[in-house]
């Protein structure tokens, strides 16, 4: 007679679910829907499903695919547009259950209203850590508020205002353009005129990213690291394996990432 059964396997997951339930109601849940009562909250709408029909269980991988087959077709931006139609949705993804907002009272709630009710997650910290370090992006409580302070002077009227410095690097990227009227394509220009003015404006040198000869040998590690942290498709598991590899760790991560932390913090 065997021990393990099909049956008894079922029987016993089962048994680990409706516990688990069981005591999450009691803890989590009892104290979300006290908080709902206090406050009125309303019930949040599910976004529906695109990939899946909505009668199959998908553990949220219709979320995640269908925002890697976005980012992949260059339409992140119009496929969150879509989905925040109704401004507040709720997803379960893996798992985890997610709110996604862009209610301009939630936005406010969570960062100045009740800011020091909300925090990091710690995907967030860990992924962002990084390449960023900790700074005004990854640290909380009184490490972010320093973060902050280090930031404000750059934001004062005089530093915003000096045009001196854009006239720079447009003047260099103007150089770039051909003047026999051929063809060019401007999107990795933009892209390096606006990392060179961004990093010239919060850490005081410019990453000068639109040089070029001798001066762009000594830039192209650093370039190529911030690209590969900006975009999770730079991944060579997901060159290889496709979607699952972005689930496997990528020995290039870290490589690059060192690049990146030659750059000083904020």
Same mark, same amino acid.
């Not at 547009?81 to 862009?102: C, E, K, M, P």
């Not at 005004?136 to 009184?142: A, M, R, Y």
């Not at 650093?222 to 498709?233: K, L, R, T």
């Given at each position: 007679?065997?021990?393990?059964?099909?049956?008894?396997?079922?029987?016993?997951?089962?048994?680990?679910?409706?516990?688990?339930?069981?005591?999450?109601?009691?803890?989590?849940?009892?104290?979300?829907?006290?908080?709902?009562?206090?406050?009125?909250?309303?019930?949040?709408?599910?976004?529906?499903?695109?990939?899946?029909?909505?009668?199959?269980?998908?553990?949220?991988?219709?979320?995640?695919?269908?925002?890697?087959?976005?980012?992949?077709?260059?339409?992140?931006?119009?496929?969150?547009?879509?989905?925040?139609?109704?401004?507040?949705?709720?997803?379960?993804?893996?798992?985890?259950?997610?709110?996604?907002?862009?209610?301009?009272?939630?936005?406010?709630?969570?960062?100045?209203?009740?800011?020091?009710?909300?925090?990091?997650?710690?995907?967030?910290?860990?992924?962002?850590?990084?390449?960023?370090?900790?700074?005004?992006?990854?640290?909380?409580?009184?490490?972010?508020?320093?973060?902050?302070?280090?930031?404000?002077?750059? +934001? /004062?009227?005089?530093?915003?205002?000096?045009?001196?410095?854009?006239?720079?690097?447009?003047?260099? $990227?103007?150089? #770039? &353009? @051909?003047?026999?009227?051929?063809?060019?394509?401007?999107?990795?220009?933009?892209?390096?005129?606006?990392?060179?003015?961004?990093?010239?404006?919060?850490?005081?040198?410019?990453?000068?990213?639109?040089?070029?000869?001798?001066?762009?040998?000594?830039?192209?590690?650093?370039?190529?690291? +911030? /690209?590969?942290?900006?975009?999770?498709?730079?991944?060579?598991?997901?060159?290889?394996?496709?979607? $699952?590899?972005? #689930? &496997? @760790?990528?020995?290039?991560?870290?490589?690059?990432?060192?690049?990146?932390?030659?750059?000083?913090?904020?």
């Amino acid at each position: 007679m065997a021990i393990f059964s099909f049956t008894s396997i079922a029987g016993s997951l089962l048994a680990i679910y409706l516990t688990h339930r069981i005591y999450w109601e009691a803890t989590t849940g009892r104290h979300r829907r006290h908080f709902a009562k206090q406050h009125g909250t309303l019930p949040v709408p599910s976004r529906a499903p695109t990939i899946f029909p909505s009668y199959i269980p998908d553990f949220g991988l219709d979320f995640i695919i269908a925002n890697y087959r976005a980012i992949k077709a260059h339409r992140f931006l119009s496929q969150w547009a879509q989905d925040l139609s109704v401004h507040t949705f709720s997803v379960s993804a893996l798992g985890r259950h997610i709110f996604v907002t862009d209610d301009p009272e939630n936005v406010k709630q969570v960062l100045a209203t009740g800011f020091d009710a909300w925090g990091f997650a710690k995907e967030r910290v860990d992924q962002m850590s990084e390449f960023l370090g900790h700074g005004v992006f990854t640290n909380e409580g009184k490490a972010w508020k320093h973060s902050r302070e280090m930031l404000r002077p750059c +934001f /004062e009227r005089q530093n915003v205002a000096d045009v001196g410095m854009f006239e720079k690097h447009v003047c260099r $990227l103007m150089e #770039l &353009l @051909p003047e026999d009227g051929s063809t060019i394509d401007l999107q990795p220009l933009f892209f390096d005129l606006s990392l060179d003015i961004a990093t010239e404006f919060l850490f005081g040198r410019s990453a000068d990213s639109l040089a070029r000869g001798e001066k762009r040998k000594g830039l192209e590690t650093f370039v190529e690291a +911030f /690209e590969y942290c900006c975009d999770p498709f730079k991944n060579e598991q997901y060159e290889k394996w496709g979607y $699952l590899g972005l #689930l &496997l @760790p990528d020995p290039k991560q870290k490589i690059c990432a060192q690049a990146v932390k030659g750059m000083p913090r904020i």
